[in-house]
């Protein structure tokens, strides 16, 4: 198995922040590539357009190759930054969690789009939302500017730099009740 691969695999997300992240800890948004680059991890814009099938909703977001040694992650050139963000965290979830081997590298990210049902896709979904909204930073940010307040997931997509749809998915995940950008109050069901 790819030596890096090894090095990451079993790897939570709180590991990884504390190891490649701990002098930032509470800084925000987390940096991905940083941390990415500190592990080893080489990542690079590709354009991907030209895969893409005109009749298909189907594109591509990023892939995965690695050699005996290293891996690379390449994203799709001209995407969002926050929709990059997320791929690169979700690729490096798919590591940690030893969802990939030599059968299943190169491999290639699609766009999920609708209900994601794949349990490896909603497990390296969660991983990545660990990642770049930990908990304990998240906590911080609601006792400390929203006390007496619902906070707006707008304004945290902000903060952390994702869309807001990966915001409100890590609210309910922690059953942590928002506003949502309707201006509607969401409570999560314990
Ligand atoms: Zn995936």
Sequence with gaps: M???????????????????????????????????F??????????????DESDSQRKILGAMVANKKDIAFLYRQGESLNRNRFTLAHELAHCCLAHL????IPYVEYRHDGVVTDK???????????????TKELRTILSNEYPNALPKV???????????????????????????ECDRKIYCVE
């Design 2 to 36: 790819c030596d890096k691969l090894k090095e990451v695999n079993g790897l939570t997300s709180e590991e990884i922040l504390n190891k490649y992240w701990s002098v930032e800890r509470n800084v925000y948004p987390i940096d991905i590539a940083t941390i990415l």
């Design 38 to 51: 500190k592990m080893g991890i080489r990542v690079y814009p590709y354009d991907f357009s030209k895969f």
């Design 101 to 104: 081997d030599e059968q299943t």
């Design 120 to 134: 490896c896709e909603i497990d390296a979904n969660i991983f990545a939302g660990e990642l770049l909204i930990p």
């Design 154 to 180: 707008t304004k945290l997509a902000e903060t952390f730099a994702v869309s807001v749809n990966v915001m409100a998915e890590r609210l309910k995940y922690l059953k942590l009740p928002y506003i949502d």
